[in-house]
């Protein structure tokens, strides 16, 4: 069953979590958090967002944020692309 469709609207500040597939680690090693964490603040700066938490665990993260008006799925699918770009180069993953 698909999850339930997002609100959004500008004022609203954001829980988001993102979690692997399968349980497989997102974060093998901690060049693999620091290279998420520069993803995070060139994508916040990129689109003006305000980042008030953040918590990365092995296979998943957490992230309180105010997209400040822009639309969040840009955001974290420019993010989350960038980093599996990165993740599947290192890895070797077809």
């Known amino acids: 069953m698909p999850r339930t469709a997002r609100?959004?609207?500008p004022?609203?500040?954001?829980?988001?979590m993102c979690r692997?597939?399968?349980e497989i680690p997102l974060f093998q090693d901690e060049d693999d958090k620091n290279y998420?964490?520069?993803?995070?603040?060139?994508?916040?700066?990129?689109?003006n967002c305000r980042l008030y938490?953040?918590?990365l665990m092995d296979t998943h993260l957490h992230l309180h944020l105010d997209p400040?008006?822009?639309d969040l799925?840009?955001?974290m699918h420019?993010?989350?692309v960038s980093y599996v770009i990165y993740y599947n180069r290192k890895y070797k993953v077809v």
């Open 20 to 22: 692997s597939i399968s």
């Open 11 to 16: 004022e609203y500040i954001y829980h988001i």
């Open 7 to 9: 609100i959004k609207a």
């Open 68 to 70: 400040q008006g822009f």
């Open 53 to 55: 938490a953040y918590c």
């Open 73 to 75: 799925s840009k955001l």
């Open 36 to 47: 998420y964490l520069d993803l995070l603040k060139k994508y916040k700066e990129k689109y």
């Open 78 to 80: 420019s993010i989350n």
